[in-house]
């Protein structure tokens, strides 16, 4: 394996499917048989997911609402989506546990990283639920924080195209592929939406790899971990 412990970065709107809001079970499914895949080779996964599909917080800004009480209504997005995944990697025999940074003992465990590096070690998913617990900070900059923290050896940032293009490939027809990236051409051009700038700043500082990928095709989070060639690498 290229990488032994990732920590895999889900938006919220992944798990819609078709649907235009919330989860759809089967999209859901075919996650947790892509994670599943990659448990079975003996890789260590982290997950962190988005809460998109339900409610963002900056959004809810922009109509008036305050800001950190916005943010604080995404995080408890992002523990219904994690729970979600989780149920679906239960459902097909993948242990796991969903870790919250806000705490909530009724549904899921509290984070805290020593346990999570334990659950690791013993074979399970760790799905990190609310972010980094704290409003002003992305689920990106939660994951690139998390990964630092669990000693991971990569990003895996899942996305709807194939890679990093030098314009939004849903809005314009023709744009160019990138296979490889510094931090710093990312962090300079604003065209570039990989990651937001503190989670890139955060991986350089910290010589953690980014690699952007599609999600929805078979078999891809593997070939990742295994060093095939696919999506963007960023370093």
Known sequence: MRYKRILLKLSGESLMGERSYGIDPDTCAFMASEIKKTVEVGAEIVVVLGGGNIFRGA????????????DYIGMLATVMNSLALG????????????????????VCEPYIYKRAI???????????AA?????YFSTDTAA???????NCDAVLKATKVD????????????????????????INNPEIK???GTAITLCMENKLPVIVFELMRE???????EGEKIGTVIK
């Open 163 to 186: 890679g990093v293009h030098d314009k939004d490939p849903e809005k314009n027809t023709e744009t160019r592929k990138f296979d490889e990236l510094t931090y710093l051409e990312v």
């Open 219 to 225: 078999g891809n989070i593997l070939k990742v971990v």
């Open 194 to 196: 990989a990651l937001d």
């Open 118 to 128: 334990r659950h690791l070690e013993k074979g399970r998913v760790v799905i990190v």
């Open 59 to 70: 959004a809810a800004e922009d109509k008036g609402m305050n800001r950190a009480t916005g």
């Open 131 to 135: 972010g980094s617990g704290h409003p």
């Open 144 to 150: 690139a924080v998390r990964a630092c923290e669990l």
């Open 87 to 106: 149920s679906a990697l239960d459902k097909i025999g993948v242990e796991n546990r969903v870790q919250s940074a806000l705490e909530m003992p009724k």
